[in-house]
């Protein structure tokens, strides 16, 4: 029985021959791009039963990353097929090695897909998200395709950087619950880089993520420890759901990957909306959705500068919460200080506005730095609202600042 695991290779490369020639027009940066093209190149040879020239593609790929077990798995399947003993091609059917091939598989399956069809520099502008000047880059995953997108930002639009594979919770994604092993949806910032000794499965470095955020609060999500990390110092990759909920890159991509992750509060979002779905969007309505909540925030701050408390108020909805205040505590905190309030200056800069995902509802994130004066403060924060669509109209369901 000829390996089936062969015959998914080959499958995976017919996908991929026609747009082999673009692999070099690709700009990955050139350690992730020889991987994955090295990769290709010997599903492309496997297609076309050149069994000798994959495997040099195969043994280069593993020269370059030797802890890579994809790699390793191809290589002992393609000795085997090219001496003809087809009987004992992955002949181990014990249900451990079978798990192991169907995560390989899947790997693989990932990888290759994330070759076909997507033009990366398109997507970018498909991503709903407007950044400020202090927001250098952002991260983009998407869990359906295994795949995290770098983007820098250009006039507050995105420039595609590179992208990278990546593993996600072990039970897919959707965390709502401590302990479920799944990777969060929605719009979420880095923190700061762990620094303490940790152990050797979180790779060459970890950056949490502020999950819980504050929607996840507003849903009563619970658990912590969300973390974009690296792998066991004897494994190139893992699986594509094989996490305890974090978001894992090789040490390779990790390493590369620093210099953004160690700028403060980048934006990391994570989609399970699909590669097909976003790049299908059109960006005329992703412009015009900006300029509703950007006027919406114009007007909203506005009313605040004029006092006018019923116009003001009419900006949320009627369980919209100011960090853990909900709405009668909170109003009735501002009825007052409208009330005593007088000079008021308020400026707001640097607004970022980033699409939520996970969500039946549409959900626009939007964060900016508040400065406030008035006869009974003087204050600065940068402040988070969370914009919701209902009936047309854009609406605030949380406030809140730091």
């Not at 395709?145 to 990278?164: C, P, Q, T, V, W």
């Not at 969300?226 to 978001?247: A, L, N, Q, V």
């Not at 109003?331 to 039946?360: A, C, M, R, W």
Request: net charge neutral; hydrophobic share 35%.
């Amino acid at each position: 029985m000829i390996n089936f695991f062969i015959f998914i290779l080959v499958g995976a490369s017919l996908l991929f021959t026609s747009n082999a020639c673009a692999l070099d027009n690709i700009p990955h940066n050139q350690k992730l791009k020889k991987t994955e093209k090295l990769l290709v190149e010997t599903a492309d040879k496997i297609s076309e039963g050149k069994i000798d020239a994959a495997l040099e593609a195969v043994i280069n790929l593993i020269d370059i990353n030797p802890n890579f077990k994809l790699a390793h798995m191809i290589h002992g399947d393609l000795l085997l097929l090219q001496s003809h003993n087809y009987d004992q091609v992955s002949a181990d059917t014990g249900k451990q090695y079978k798990e192991k091939i169907s995560d390989l598989k899947l790997e693989l399956s990932r990888r290759i897909k994330s070759f076909n069809n997507v033009d990366k520099n398109l997507i970018g502008s498909k991503i709903n998200v407007l950044l400020a000047e202090d927001k250098k880059y952002l991260i983009f995953v998407d869990v359906k395709s295994s795949r995290l997108f770098a983007f820098s930002n250009n006039k507050g639009k995105l420039e595609y950087i590179s992208d990278y594979y990546i593993s996600v919770g072990k039970n897919g994604y959707g965390k709502k619950i401590e302990g479920d092993k799944k990777t969060p949806i929605g719009t979420y910032f880095t923190e700061k880089k762990i620094t303490r000794t940790l152990p050797d499965l979180y790779g060459d470095g970890a950056y949490p993520i502020n999950f819980p955020s504050a929607y996840d609060r507003l849903n009563n999500f619970s658990g912590y420890g969300i973390w974009i990390h690296g792998t066991p110092s004897t494994t190139y990759s893992r699986p594509p759901e094989s996490s305890d909920g974090c978001i894992v890159l090789s040490n390779t991509d990790i390493n590369e990957l620093a210099y953004i992750l160690d700028e403060p509060s980048t934006p990391v979002i994570i989609s399970d909306t699909g590669l097909s779905k976003i790049t299908s969007r059109d960006v005329s309505n992703i412009g015009i959705v900006q300029n509703e909540i950007l006027s919406r925030i114009q007007g909203w701050k506005r009313s605040w500068e004029e006092k006018d408390i019923n116009n003001y108020l009419d900006y949320y909805t009627d369980s919209a919460k100011y960090n853990n205040d909900n709405y009668l505590k909170w109003t009735t905190h501002k009825k007052n200080v409208f009330e005593k309030s007088k000079d008021l200056i308020i400026k707001i800069e640097n607004i970022s506005l980033f699409e939520y995902p996970g969500d039946h509802q549409e959900l626009i994130l939007v964060q900016f730095k508040q400065k406030y004066s008035s006869n009974l403060l003087n204050n600065e924060m940068i402040k988070q609202q969370i914009w919701v669509k209902r009936d047309s109209r854009w609406s605030i369901i949380y406030e809140g600042g730091t």
